[in-house]
Every structure is written in C-alpha cells, then in structure tokens.
C-alpha cells in the first residue's frame, strides 16, 4: 500500500470506528431524546467516508481471496434497540434505483438498513484490526459500492423527511416542542393528515 493510501485507510478507519461507536450509544437507548437527530448527524458523516471511497479508483486487495475474519459480529440486539427507538417511524418507503427503467418503490426499516451497515463496517473493520489494511479498504469500498451506501442514503432521506415534517408541517404560531422522542410521533401524525 502507498503512503497516500495507507493515511486514507486510516482516515477512512477512524470515521468507522467513530460511527460504530456512536451507533451502538444511540441504541443503548440512554438518551432516546436525541435518537433521531443523532442518527441522522452520524449517517450524514458516514456518507462523507463513503463518498470519499467512492471517488477513489478501485482498490485491489493483496490477495485474490478474502482472508477468515474469524466471525461475523452479531447486530441483532441493536437491530432491535434501534427498531424500539423508532417505533413510529422505522418502517420507510424508498425507491430501489432511480435510473431503473420502472423506478421500483420498496418498504424497509431504519433499524434493518443500519444494522446491516454496521454488518459491512465490522468485517472491515476485522480486517482492518488485523493488520490487513488493504483488505479492509477493499471491503469498504466494495461494500459501499453494493450495498450500504444505498442503504445509507435511504436512512438518510427517511431520517430527513422526518425532521422536515415536523419542523415544516407545524405552524409557526403553534408552541410545538421538537425534542427528538416527540420528532416521530410528530411525523407520524403530520403524514397522516389529508
């Protein structure tokens, strides 16, 4: 690996470790307050990294095969903590590829969709943890390119629709507060309205 590559690998690593840590704080649940805003500050950030992998050419690991990383993280139990935060709002709508001929509208979940980011950041992680920097780099890459960069912008767009509801839908007049455990049941009722 090239010095240049090597200091971006680590770049890139840092701003993982960062969202897997903050994402694993918010599905602690101990401050649900602010769940929805952090949410939507850490996938912003993550999309950064991911934007920066993306502009990159492709990276080629050293070898032809992915190393054992030993295990594949368990994200379940914050699949199911993030779900609880989100209740009112977790479940989406979302367009599968909008350049496809017939643009395909599909549902997901918050909770789903950043479990399964977390999934593609840990074995990358893994690999970055033991020494193999480009694998790791590689894996990033390739798993943004596939799968969680979309993913990310999806819970991106559904966390901002969110925001702007509540924050737009509401009258000027009207003495509405906006702490984050109301920002969903918020939402959720100023999507209902006719």
Do not use: C
């Not at 929805?36 to 999309?47: D, F, P, T």
């Not at 032809?64 to 914050?78: A, K, Q, W």
């Not at 966390?159 to 455990?181: F, G, I, K, Y």
């Amino acid at each position: 690996m090239t010095d240049d590559l090597g200091d971006f690998t680590v770049e890139i690593a840092d701003q993982v470790e960062s969202f897997v840590v903050a994402i694993r704080e918010i599905a602690a649940g101990e401050d649900p307050d602010y769940a929805i805003s952090l949410l939507l500050l850490e996938v912003s950030q993550l999309l950064l990294a991911g934007g920066r992998l993306g502009a990159i050419s492709d990276v080629v690991p050293d070898e032809r095969f992915e190393p054992d990383t030993g295990y594949d993280p368990d994200v379940e139990g914050l699949r199911t903590s993030i779900a609880n935060l989100l209740e009112p709002i977790d479940e989406y709508h979302s367009l599968f590829d909008p350049y496809a001929g017939e643009p395909e509208v599909f549902t997901s979940r918050i909770s789903d969709e950043v479990a399964d980011i977390m999934s593609d950041l840990l074995h990358g992680l893994l690999h970055y943890r033991a020494g193999r920097s480009a694998e790791a780099l590689w894996w990033w890459q390739f798993s943004y390119l596939s799968n969680w960069g979309s993913s990310a912008s999806s819970v991106l767009h559904a966390l901002h629709s969110v925001v702007s509801h509540v924050r737009l839908d509401t009258h000027p007049d009207e003495q509405v507060a906006v702490e984050d455990r109301l920002l969903a049941q918020t939402a959720a009722e100023a999507i209902e309205r006719p």
